[in-house]
């Protein structure tokens, strides 16, 4: 089976920083885009950004700036490098990442667990 563990959540003041990882383990063949969302208090998820296989990145107008995607494809994972935090970037980051099991396998959606990131004011 596939897993995507996140870590490095946790408090922070405003205008600190985090680095949020997203690992993938199991059965990979190869792994497409690789995202991050957050869900706020009361809110939909929302998408953060996203990173492709070559390193091509998009992000969500309320990050840029501040936010960073990048990717380290041999070891299957993502980063999120979080600067200049607000009290509103205040949610539970979630990975996600679109892969395929086996050489002829299909494009299919995995997630992880989340990890909370909480700004304080």
């Known amino acids: 089976q596939v897993q995507l563990v996140e870590s490095g959540g946790g408090l922070v003041q405003a205008g600190g920083s985090l680095r949020l990882s997203c690992a993938a383990s199991g059965i990979i063949f190869s792994i497409n885009v690789m995202g991050w969302y957050r869900q706020g208090p009361g809110k939909q998820r929302e998408l953060v950004g996203t990173i492709t296989t070559s390193g091509s990145t998009s992000y969500a107008d309320s990050v840029k700036g501040r936010f960073t995607i990048s990717r380290d494809n041999a070891k299957n994972t993502a980063y999120l490098q979080m600067n200049s935090l607000k009290p509103e970037d205040t949610a539970v980051y979630y990975c996600?990442?679109?892969?395929?099991?086996?050489?002829?396998?299909?494009?299919?959606?995995?997630w992880g667990q989340g990890t909370q990131v909480t700004v304080s004011s």
């Open positions: 996600n990442a679109v892969l395929k099991k086996w050489t002829w396998g299909r494009w299919e959606d995995y």
